[in-house]
């Protein structure tokens, strides 16, 4: 019954292969978000969508294409993986009109 | 750009001590929230305060808001093994995001 759930939580991967994080979220929200937290636990917003519709993109490389099919989802494709991208991406939600943030436990993604 | 900026960096004390750690940002803000992050999981939210008030308490944590200095602290009161974690604020940023600072690494010790 996780309110907030990501998959894989571990993902290793070579350079320049293309990989998927999914996330979804049962609580009913009708706003998503996708941060990455770099090693020095910097978090940053990447993107952010709103009843399906890409609200920001936060000079993200285009390498990075969120898609969410459905207002409880909201999946990260990645391509041509770098080694630059190494790092926790973290998948948020909240309800319109609230200010909590409810985080997913993170994927934790390495690049060799 | 980088709203918040905790200080310390780390902190480490001993159970029982009181916890006070410290948020600066840059920008004026409708509210300021605080996030806890156990090692290896997600954020969990705390506590908010609003740019109107100065003062907030929950359980053993006090909040105070000082928007003429644009700065925050959060204060863990007689802290336990289990408050180890990082700790950010976030501030509201445009298009309702949130704003995350470097956070402050605290090690209450047994």
């Known amino acids: 019954d996780t309110a907030v759930s990501q998959t894989p939580k571990y993902l290793v991967t070579q350079m320049g292969n293309d990989k998927s994080i999914k996330c979804e979220q049962n609580?009913?929200?009708?706003?998503m978000y996708w941060y990455k937290q770099d090693s020095k636990k910097f978090l940053k917003i990447m993107f952010s969508y709103n009843n399906k519709e890409l609200i920001i993109n936060e000079t993200v490389p285009n390498r990075f294409s969120p898609k969410s099919p459905d207002k409880a989802h909201l999946n990260l494709h990645i391509n041509s993986l770098e080694l630059g991208d190494s790092a926790v991406y973290f998948c948020?939600?909240?309800?319109?009109?609230?200010?909590?943030?409810?985080f997913g436990s993170g994927t934790q993604l390495s690049v060799l | 750009s980088q709203q918040g900026e905790e200080d310390p960096q780390a902190l480490s004390i001993q159970e029982g001590e009181n916890a006070t750690m410290n948020c600066s940002y840059k920008t004026s803000i409708n509210n300021l929230q605080w996030y806890r992050q156990n090692s290896g999981r997600g954020l969990v939210h705390l506590i908010l305060i609003r740019s109107n008030e100065r003062e907030k308490h929950s359980g053993r944590l006090r909040v105070t808001l000082d928007t003429s200095k644009k700065s925050s602290s959060l204060l863990i009161t007689a802290s336990r093994a289990a408050d180890t974690a990082s700790y950010f604020c976030a501030t509201d940023g445009r298009y309702s995001t949130l704003t995350f600072g470097k956070g402050t690494m605290l090690l209450v010790s047994p």
């Open positions: 948020a939600s909240r309800k319109t009109g609230e200010e909590k943030l409810f």
């Open positions: 609580l009913g929200h009708d706003t």
